[in-house]
């Protein structure tokens, strides 16, 4: 199983705290209550005091609630977004299974496409480098070799593929793969 595919623990999502504050929050709201409780029974505080005690333990009540509540929410957004995530990751595979086998295809054409011109091994390496887009220098960079050599081998794919430059030879192979324009 690779490491994005494990389940975070709820210590990793942030949970484990926010259920820990909860508690504090309905222990101490628990307490108020209970001291509530016996200073009316012992009729030992004044009614403000019980007020104010009446007042914290609601308030922390009302915060422990509202802690859990938004923990709910969480959980319900982080199961979403995992499910979001699986489907994306279920498309992604189908994608490339799709792409792959027109990749490979496309790649055996290009090689054949080469063949027939009789592209030197050098020249088939700087016609790819140049299909993908790549600058002169960044192919010489690439390759290790001055930018005056990949000149003249791309000059060497252009006269051999009797191509008028870069934009030919990419619009040789992309002119068939692209469909028409759609009738409006």
């Excluded at 909860?22 to 509530?36: G, R, T």
């Excluded at 791309?154 to 593929?161: C, E, F, I, L």
């Amino acid at each position: 199983m690779r490491p994005e595919d494990a389940k975070p623990s709820p210590t990793h999502d942030g949970w484990r705290p926010q259920v820990g504050f909860a508690a504090i929050l309905l222990s101490i709201a628990a307490l108020l209550a209970w001291d509530l409780v016996t200073d009316r029974a012992y009729r030992s505080v004044s009614s403000a005091h019980l007020v104010i005690e009446g007042l914290a333990a609601f308030t922390a009540l009302s915060a422990a609630a509202w802690v859990l509540s938004t923990l709910r929410r969480q959980r319900r957004e982080v199961q979403r977004l995992r499910g979001d995530l699986a489907r994306s990751r279920a498309e992604a595979a189908r994608w490339h299974e799709e792409v792959a086998g027109l990749l490979k295809g496309l790649s055996d054409a290009i090689d054949g496409q080469f063949d027939r011109w009789d592209l030197s091994p050098a020249e088939r390496e700087v016609a790819l480098l140049l299909l993908k887009g790549l600058s002169t220098r960044d192919i010489a960079d690439l390759r290790q070799t001055r930018e005056a050599t990949v000149r003249q081998q791309a000059q060497g794919v252009y006269r051999k593929a009797d191509l008028d430059g870069r934009a030919e030879l990419a619009a040789f192979f992309l002119e068939d793969l692209l469909a028409p324009p759609s009738p409006r």
